[in-house]
């Protein structure tokens, strides 16, 4: 079975960017993520470090990668 690929997270030094890659991925953003506009950079958004690991552990308890 072929696994899709929900997010992309790159460390970008001082900030994590997260970019939502399918739908589902998309709207557990805009569900369960509070971001400011400012916060998005080329479809992607950014974090610091210190939100980034609570953050991930949360798209992997929703059973995405």
């Known amino acids: 079975m072929k ?5 992309e ?3 970008e030094g001082s900030v994590v960017l997260i970019t939502p890659l399918s739908k589902l991925a998309r709207e ?3 569900e ?3 971001l ?3 916060q998005w950079f ?3 958004f950014a974090v610091e470090h210190r939100f980034a ?5 949360g798209i992997a308890d929703a059973g995405l990668m």
């Open 9 to 11: 997270v790159r460390d």
């Open 53 to 57: 690991d609570d953050l991930l552990c």
């Open 32 to 34: 369960n993520v509070q």
């Open 28 to 30: 557990l953003t805009e």
């Open 42 to 44: 080329g479809g992607g």
């Open 36 to 38: 400011e506009a400012w």
């Open 3 to 7: 696994q899709v690929k929900h997010f």
